[in-house]
């Protein structure tokens, strides 16, 4: 019987050597004359433990991690195959507190199989919801979905619920779904992963939500910088639609060219149309006037990919978990200076010391925390002191904060947080689609000013100035590229202010 060794092809994984490390295992077996079938997976989400090696046994699955190529033939001599002791085995994965920890909706299946295959997702349940939602009014599902109090995962927590019924409602011959796959922010990855891991999910939340609306095509918009995640997704893609299962509603795969802005919504939009990434004003919002000028519902991916489990299994049963207005689960992705780095699936409201000191071990230098930024280069900077705050949209906010999309980048004592400012005014700088005043000459002049400041040069004056520009941007920009950049540099501001005061005039 040939035994099955599970390898992750997930760019994390692949970035530390995992196709070398499988490529080995494959040699070992071979000169051992066992026959082996690799199987490659997407990631648990365990970044500490890649590559993650796991041997599939009468008691389940075995890990070993992190594994690197030249680790293979002393696993080999030490048992591999038989699942034998070596100082890398860390025994079944579901068992790491990482993992019990968790609540895994969206992201069950991540890590388990082949993502790629079509039998091992229907197996574990796949398409289940799809069968259930063409059997049910449009009106039905999108109550269900509204129940489920499910809010949009890319930022913004709209209530997604509201924004079905909007695009269902709204008059148009033709409507579209729109899956905005652009994952921008630093300390970010939930997207890739699940593109990478379980595409299949994602394909079916998009038909479950064209049934919901009305509409007959849509789009997946993948930044340019996932090359692994674009290559998966449109292979899965091309297995969907031989398998019928897009016969009435296509997808097609857009690729972006490295434009931040082009996350916003209405940005991409333009974009897919063949036209520079710039902002639209609104309204008309995309829900009555989107792509092309119809109707379209844009999401991203981690609210599309919690559609089938709440068909499935009711949006009540999905609200249950959470914390405040804040219903199931969130990815929550750990970077920065941090011992377990990973995606940790979890209901909203665990506080941040939790996240980042107990899940996330602190940090791996061992230095004291000074500061974590939570949902990207946007998000506030939160003091050691502020870690007591539950992760939540509102509790977040209520801080200076942004939930955002869930990624959250740790900081020790060494930081520099007037740097840190200071970049979060270049970014936008560079990243502004020009189209506005507030964001495209206010965060030049941002950095301009803060230079200033920082070199001694009338420094009260100067940062006082930078609080108006603040200001000026939070209100006037266009989108959110402008009016939450103001977050990052006053947060430094206002609760690091010793990092402003250190420079002298040269």
């Not at 792509?291 to 999905?318: E, K």
Request: with cysteine; net charge negative; hydrophobic share 45%.
């Amino acid at each position: 019987m040939t035994q099955r060794i599970f390898v992750p092809k997930d760019a994390s994984a692949r970035a530390v050597g995992a196709d070398a490390v499988a490529d080995a295992i494959a040699e070992a077996a071979r000169g051992a004359g066992r026959a082996v079938t690799i199987v490659r997976t997407g990631s648990r989400g365990l970044a500490w433990l890649e590559t993650l090696v796991e041997v599939e046994t009468a008691a389940g699955r075995i890990g070993y991690g992190p594994v690197e190529p030249a680790d293979v033939v002393g696993l080999v001599a030490s048992g591999l195959f038989e699942a034998g002791d070596h100082p890398l085995k860390i025994g079944r994965p579901e068992e790491l507190p990482f993992l019990t920890r968790q609540t895994r909706l969206t992201f069950a299946r991540c890590g388990l199989d082949d993502p790629l295959s079509l039998a091992d997702y229907r197996a574990a349940g796949g398409f289940d919801g799809f069968d259930k939602a063409k059997g049910l009014s449009p009106e039905a599902v999108i109550a269900e979905v509204t129940r489920s109090g499910l809010r949009g995962r890319g930022g913004a927590g709209f209530p997604a619920g509201i924004k079905w019924e909007t695009v269902r409602a709204a008059a148009g011959a033709r409507k579209f779904v729109v899956c905005n796959a652009d994952e921008g922010d630093s300390g970010t990855f939930a997207d890739r992963m699940l593109l990478e891991g379980a595409p299949f999910l994602l394909i079916e939340g998009m038909l479950i939500a064209a049934c919901a609306v009305g509409a007959g095509k849509g789009y997946v918009y993948i930044r340019s910088e996932y090359p692994d995640a674009i290559a998966t997704f449109s292979e899965a893609v091309t297995i969907a639609r031989a398998a019928g299962l897009l016969s009435e509603f296509d997808l097609e795969v857009r690729v972006g060219a490295g434009s931040y802005v082009c996350g916003e919504e209405t940005a991409m939009l333009e974009s897919i149309e063949g036209r520079r990434g710039q902002v639209r004003a609104k309204p008309p919002l995309p829900a009555h006037a989107g792509l092309f000028g119809a109707p379209t519902l844009v999401n991203n991916v981690l609210t599309l990919s919690a559609v089938p489990w709440i068909v499935v299994n009711g949006g009540d049963a999905y609200a249950a978990p959470g914390y405040g207005r804040s219903r199931g689960t969130m990815p929550i992705q750990l970077g920065g200076d941090i011992r377990r780095g990973g995606l940790f699936e979890a209901p909203f409201g665990m506080t941040l010391a939790e996240l980042v000191r107990d899940v996330g071990g602190g940090t791996l230098s061992g230095r004291p925390v000074r500061a974590v930024q939570v949902g990207g280069p946007l998000g506030g900077y939160l003091p050691a002191e502020l870690l007591g705050t539950p992760f939540d949209y509102e509790a977040l906010a209520a801080v200076g904060g942004l939930l955002g999309h869930g990624g959250i980048v740790v900081f020790n004592d060494t930081v520099d947080m007037a740097e840190q400012a200071r970049f979060a005014l270049e970014f936008c700088a560079i990243e502004s689609c020009g189209k506005c005043t507030p964001c495209r000459i206010g965060a030049r002049r941002g950095v301009e000013t803060l230079d200033r400041a920082l070199a001694g040069v009338q420094r009260a004056a100067n940062l006082d100035l930078i609080a108006d520009l603040c200001e000026v941007m939070t209100h006037g920009s266009l989108c959110a590229l402008g009016g939450l950049t103001p977050l990052p540099v006053m947060s430094a501001l206002e609760h690091f202010p010793e990092d402003f005061e250190r420079r002298r005039a040269e």
